[in-house]
């Protein structure tokens, strides 16, 4: 199992992909942890249930897939990774806006498995 990286941007210009999807959303306050975070949160997994029951993948390997991304990114950057930013262009996002639940901006990352 791997997971890949596709794409960051506002869910209704998301064209979708083939394979299963995991989106984490992001503003420009968003560090490497915090996708990490998200990747492995119930919140963002819990619609692929089903998918690992029809296949019998299990979490664990999934989980795993999350860290051996993330060695890669460990290995950029001399700081940790809590102290990165994922994409600092973006807005950063003020929760006591109006325009707070309107916000709408994602990191997409898709589930490959070998068949």
Partial sequence: M?????DTC???YFSGSSKP????????????SDI????????NTSHLD????ENNWSWEDYNEAVEEWFL???ALFPKKLTDVKWDDSLEILDENTEDAEHYDCY?????????
């Fill in 2 to 6: 791997k997971i890949s990286y596709i």
């Fill in 10 to 12: 506002n869910s209704q």
């Fill in 21 to 32: 999807v995991v989106q984490v959303m992001v503003d420009g306050n968003t560090t490497f």
């Fill in 36 to 43: 990490k975070d998200g990747l492995q949160s119930d919140e």
């Fill in 50 to 53: 089903y998918l690992f029951e």
């Fill in 72 to 74: 890669g990114f460990t």
């Fill in 107 to 115: 990191s997409y990352f898709v589930i490959e498995t070998e068949k």
